[in-house]
């Protein structure tokens, strides 16, 4: 083995905006320059080791008399001199897939806005069902946003159902509540809940909103007690079809932000994955949730937002099924 100071090549600074299927197919299909692409999108200021976050890393390569071809992509720390490649720490972490087929299923999750089954990523990386699967899965995992800060100004909170087949009478019990937090300046958070009560309602709150916040809701009256300690509590009243009302300082309340967010998500429940299962909702909800925080950037620049998210995650198949 040969070391290699990382930086002394050159490297191109990438621009997101670049970014798509045709320049994904055309210049990083292969494997190298995949790995180089997803190393510029994690470690946008250089490579870091993920042991130690020393930033003086060596690359690692085979000497040119060497028979073995080595592992592509590698890295060692001259701090701790530990070896890594730009999977490790993250969600890609022991997966055989190629990179390049990462980076395709990263942007094609990334930029549709009502999602895609796994049969149709199976179809469209030439991968089985089953990995499609799981990639789809990890990726959704990962995006995963907890480092958002608490929203706050004017947010509405509103919840829906969603799933369970069958017999109309025993439905609601099948289905699975979904709440959706979202702020008028453009940030939400979507939780699953096991049933709408006031202790599940409390904690969403407490995770998501911030008691400066205006709170928008519906006339359902387990939201009054969990919003007492809040700026404002202000409620339309669903029942007396009364949709949005102005306020006396001018400000609307309504929650239609939130179920605009509803049908999009159900558009993927009910249009790409048909069924989904109630201990799966919170990552399908985690991408819906993902694609709206990032509603206002380019497609590519999306992708990069979330390669800043791979970091530290970890989902293993035995904990996906
Ligand atoms: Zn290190």
């Given at each position: 083995m040969q070391l290699w100071r990382y930086g002394s090549r050159m490297k191109k600074k990438l621009n997101p905006d670049e970014l798509n299927l045709i320049t994904l197919a055309a210049q990083y299909?292969?494997?190298?320059?995949?790995?180089?692409?997803?190393?510029?999108?994690?470690?946008?200021?250089?490579?870091?080791?993920?042991?130690?976050?020393?930033?003086?890393?060596?690359s690692l390569k085979p000497k040119r008399t060497s028979k073995s071809p080595g592992r592509m992509g590698l890295y060692c720390c001259a701090a701790c001199r530990k070896q890594f490649t730009v999977k490790v720490g993250t969600v890609f972490e022991g997966s055989h897939i190629p990179v390049s087929k990462w980076l395709m299923a990263?942007?094609?999750?990334?930029?549709?806005k009502k999602s895609v089954s796994a049969h149709q990523l199976h179809r469209m990386l030439d991968i089985t069902y089953k990995t499609a699967w799981f990639m789809a899965h990890r990726i959704r995992f990962a995006m995963d946003d907890d480092t958002q800060p608490m929203l706050s100004g004017t947010v509405e909170v509103d919840e829906t159902f969603i799933g369970g087949k069958g017999d109309v009478r025993t439905m609601s019990l099948r289905k699975t509540p979904v709440v959706a937090l979202i702020s008028r300046k453009g940030k939400m958070k979507a939780r699953v809940v096991s049933n709408v009560t006031q202790k599940n309602i409390g904690q969403c709150l407490n995770e998501c909103v911030s008691k400066e916040a205006v709170v928008n809701t519906d006339d359902l009256p387990t939201y009054d007690k969990p919003l007492k300690d809040y700026k404002r509590h202000d409620v339309v009243n669903h029942s007396a079809k009364e949709y949005a009302r102005r306020n006396p300082d001018g400000s609307i309340?309504?929650?239609?932000?939130?179920?605009?967010?509803?049908?999009?998500?159900?558009?993927?429940?009910?249009?790409?994955?048909?069924?989904?299962?109630?201990?799966?909702l919170p990552k399908y909800a985690n991408e819906f949730a993902f694609r709206w925080n990032h509603n206002k950037v380019t497609d590519g620049e999306r992708m990069a937002k979330f390669a800043g998210l791979i970091e530290g995650k970890r989902l293993t198949y035995r904990q996906a099924v």
């Open positions: 299909s292969d494997e190298g320059k995949a790995l180089s692409l997803l190393e510029s999108l994690r470690w946008p200021n250089g490579v870091m080791c993920p042991h130690c976050n020393h930033n003086e890393v060596y990263m942007f094609i999750i990334c930029s549709s309340a309504h929650v239609n932000s939130a179920e605009s967010f509803f049908s999009l998500l159900k558009r993927g429940v009910y249009g790409a994955w048909h069924h989904i299962s109630r201990e799966h």
